[in-house]
């Protein structure tokens, strides 16, 4: 959670005189990092347009790890596309350091569900320097460096000069969170990354993901519709309603990890979370 910062609301020069009365403290909050301001998103099938999502609302700060959590069909992952800048809000508005986002860029890196997204011609490291070449952030030498970086972090330093067909499923996905990281984006997007491995592969990413986030402590923002999983991977968790996607709650859930996941605590949110999530709506 963000940390309250006390400032004075006035001067700083001392007050004098009987009928001087102290002015109050104004509480004030760091900025956001990502600010989603009512945003409905649609899209069009051959019948009709779809309303996905229903003037969604949150804030996500700086090295916050927020999850997206809903049933399927909710609009979280074309939520994600917008904030990534490839779908425009028909309503409401995305703003990034305060300002509007309209288009893709590298200050929003997105890590999709299929872990077969790295071209196979290239090598592990060519994979990760491939993005910092394309956008000319860094000469190939610089690249290279900072692509062995990464792969180091996510333990896969030993596998650079391999090929992706070499590699397991988790393997590709953590080449690709490496090179997502490598351009060091304002915000780390990852569009349900675990969904398609077997249980005790997700269980290691998640420990993994959340081992590199302790040490680099990028901001991420997750998507999933494991509430198990919304809970383990993230401080602070937006619970969307069934479709459109509407903000129904949210709830922190720093205080739980992965050895949390039996608990007594841990269980009641669960079950609270998934009461809130399918609950039938009431007319007022």
Known sequence: MAELVLR??????????????AQPLRATVPQPLLQVDGVSLEYRTPERVVRATHRVGFDVHAAERYVLLGPSGCGKSTLLKAIAGFIPPVEGEIRLDGRR????GPDRIVVFQEFDQL???????????????ASRTLP???????ALHYLDKVGLSKFADVHPHQ??????????????????PRVLLMDEPFAALDALTRR?????????WDEVRFTLLFVTHS??????????????????????AEINSHAFDLHSTGGAEF?????????LLFEEETSV
Do not use: C, D, Y
């Not at 269980?267 to 009461?275: E, G, Y």
């Open 140 to 146: 190939r030498k610089e690249a290279s460096e900072r």
């Open 204 to 212: 290691k990413m998640q420990e993994e993901l959340l081992a590199l």
């Open 101 to 104: 986002v309209t288009a893709p």
């Open 227 to 248: 509430i198990e999983e919304a809970l383990v991977v993230g401080s602070r968790i937006a619970l969307l309603s069934p479709h459109p996607g509407r903000m129904r």
């Open 167 to 184: 590699l397991s499923g988790g393997m590709k996905q953590r080449v690709a969170i490496a090179r997502a990281l490598a351009m060091q």
């Open 119 to 133: 071209p196979p011609w290239k090598t592990v490291r060519e994979n990760v320097m491939f993005p910092l070449l």
């Open 8 to 21: 004075n609301a006035v001067s700083a020069a001392p007050l004098r005189g009987p009928g001087a009365v």
């Open 267 to 275: 269980q009641a949110t669960a079950q609270r979370i998934h009461h």
